[in-house]
């Protein structure tokens, strides 16, 4: 089992190797064999990167990390672990490399919680979360105590960018699957969770086609609200008539308000083109997906 499972594309190997060794282990104490990773000749071991392995160690892991360069959402096998970390048990960390502009990361993956690697707002949750975690080893003889964080050499672009992404609304604070048995036992449903500017919360659901429609789940509507004390929710479904629906529970519904969603500067999760919306056609199967399949033969 991976205490921390770390997805990189290899351009990002000598940033990673000093967030590794000079946060993981030295600030936060990780056992370096506790990390699992790609790293040749470094003082993090490399783990037998056979491909059942890598996904088990992903899904087993308490807390993984995705470490996206512009390079990241090219690379087939690092899409397919950013999108198995969806439904990891563990925590899971989506981090941009310094380098890297938010407004570079490809528009299908803008949904997520990225944050960037040198705020140290995210490495302080990180630390809280390595410390809390009783699956994690530590290496006491190799951490040091008040050890300088491991970004003090950032240019000022980095800093820019940390700063002008501080203050940009709206903020995605929580992305997850939601379990809940309406309409089939052991439904799951995307949910994404916004707030906006003015302190406004913007709870997401996404169905794939197996599910029930959230038209038809009034309970996960009312629990929704009543977890994020909301009048209503929004829901994503790949039917056309459909689209875009606003829910206030007890069927009432508006459909088709993705301009609501647009308005607000919440992105939606799509392939095609940004000024195109998300149609049956479109919405559930994106590029990198098909290429995948099409190469493993499924």
Known sequence: MAGIFLSHRSSSQVRVKDFVGHFLVRTCGVDPWHVFTTF????????????????????DAPI???????????????????GASIAARGEVYCLLSPEMSIDQIPVEFKWMAWRYAHDPDLLNDLRSSIEGSPDIDRAPHLQEADYPYWFAGVDGQAAKDLEEFQRTWPKLVEHRPVHFSTGRKNAAFGLSVWILADQRVVPIV?????????????????????????????????????????????????????????????????????????????????????????????
Request: aromatic share 12%; glycine share 8%; proline share 8%.
């Open 206 to 298: 996404y169905a794939d086609r197996d599910q029930i429609s959230v038209l038809n789940a009034d309970p996960l509507v009312e629990y929704l609200k009543e977890k994020y004390s909301v009048p209503e929710i929004y829901a994503l479904w790949p039917e056309e008539e459909i689209g875009v629906s606003a829910h206030m529970g007890d069927g009432g519904v508006r459909q088709h308000v993705q301009d609501e969603l647009i308005a607000v500067g919440i992105p939606l999760p799509q392939t095609s083109p940004v000024a195109e919306y998300r149609t049956a056609k479109n919405y559930w199967t994106p590029g990198w997906f098909v290429a995948w399949a099409d190469t493993a033969g499924t």
């Open 40 to 59: 040749q000749g470094t003082e993090v071991p490399p783990g037998s990167m056979t491909y059942p392995r890598v996904l088990g160690a992903l899904m």
């Open 64 to 82: 993984v990390v995705l470490w996206a360069d512009q390079e990241y959402f090219k690379s087939l096998n690092c899409l397919t672990e950013l």
